[in-house]
């Protein structure tokens, strides 16, 4: 399959379309795709409603929805004759995801037409950063992945500081993968000490993060002493975390 896509200039003339397609219609007429996309655009709706109804006693509605709707986004993709990581690292393939093939969907998470989720801002564009961060917390089969990201310790902030903040130099996708397995298997005791020295409960990845941005700057992390898992070690060290 031939993914298409909308450079910036484009994909600003679509965010007005849609916003001109949306004040007519509600929400109930869609730009014109060819029949693959229509395809597609049927998939994310029916992913879209079912990740809706496992909401259903959630106590992290927008946090586990996203967990749904990334883990039926990332597996269907990735299904995808001719989808790999270069059309995932190419940001004008999810322009034109969000904003010609499923701009409702987008407008229903956010309840708003915010341009930065369809397209302006490049780490907050919805369907990219779902895909990503599914892609960088994977630990072997979708099943473990979503039971990793299910922790009660993991809500939108994780989002953000996983997904949405690639390092000055680039993302390491193993060292990500392999931040999210020791922050999520950390016990009951050592969380609450990591959260009463830093704070709160977002603060303890997100030290974690920024800590990883710093000292990969410096030092390259896959040439640690004791190679991604050393590394990774190091970082829970540096932020005082009891391992």
């Known amino acids: 399959?031939?993914?298409?896509?909308?450079?910036?200039?484009?994909?600003?003339?679509?965010?007005?379309?849609?916003?001109?397609?949306?004040?007519?219609?509600?929400?109930e007429k869609l730009p014109d795709v060819n029949e693959d996309y229509l395809i597609i655009r049927k998939k994310l709706t029916q992913f879209f409603n079912e990740a809706?109804?496992?909401?259903?006693?959630?106590?992290?509605?927008?946090?586990?929805?996203?967990v749904s709707m990334g883990v039926k986004l990332y597996e269907?993709?990735?299904?995808?004759d001719g989808f790999n990581i270069r059309v995932a690292s190419n940001d004008e393939f999810w322009y034109y995801l969000s904003l010609k093939v499923a701009p409702d969907l987008v407008t229903k998470r956010y309840n708003e037409h915010s341009d930065?989720?369809?397209?302006?801002?490049?780490?907050?564009?919805?369907?990219?950063?779902?895909?990503?961060?599914?892609?960088?917390?994977w630990q072997g089969d979708l099943e473990s992945t979503k039971k990793?990201?299910?922790?009660?310790?993991?809500?939108?902030?994780?989002?953000l500081n996983l997904a949405e903040r690639p390092g000055r130099n680039g993302?390491?996708?193993?060292?990500?993968?392999?931040?999210?397995?020791?922050?999520?298997?950390l016990n009951?005791?050592?969380?609450?000490?990591?959260?009463?020295?830093?704070?709160?409960?977002?603060?303890?990845?997100?030290?974690?993060m920024h800590l990883h941005t710093a000292k990969s700057i410096?030092?390259?992390?896959?040439?640690?002493?004791?190679?991604?898992?050393?590394y990774v070690t190091s970082l829970f060290k540096d932020a005082q975390i009891e391992m």
């Open 148 to 159: 990793l990201l299910l922790e009660d310790r993991f809500n939108t902030d994780t989002i």
């Open 52 to 66: 809706e109804v496992e909401l259903v006693g959630s106590k992290k509605e927008k946090y586990n929805f996203d």
């Open 188 to 208: 009951d005791v050592q969380l609450e000490k990591a959260r009463s020295r830093v704070g709160g409960v977002n603060n303890v990845f997100r030290l974690l």
């Open 1 to 27: 399959m031939k993914f298409k896509t909308l450079d910036r200039s484009k994909a600003k003339d679509a965010m007005e379309e849609w916003r001109n397609l949306f004040r007519l219609y509600n929400g």
């Open 218 to 230: 410096v030092l390259e992390p896959l040439l640690y002493d004791g190679g991604i898992n050393g």
């Open 116 to 137: 930065e989720h369809f397209y302006k801002k490049n780490v907050r564009v919805w369907f990219s950063t779902l895909w990503w961060y599914i892609h960088l917390s």
């Open 76 to 80: 269907y993709l990735n299904s995808l």
């Open 171 to 185: 993302t390491y996708i193993d060292i990500d993968r392999e931040i999210m397995k020791t922050y999520g298997t």
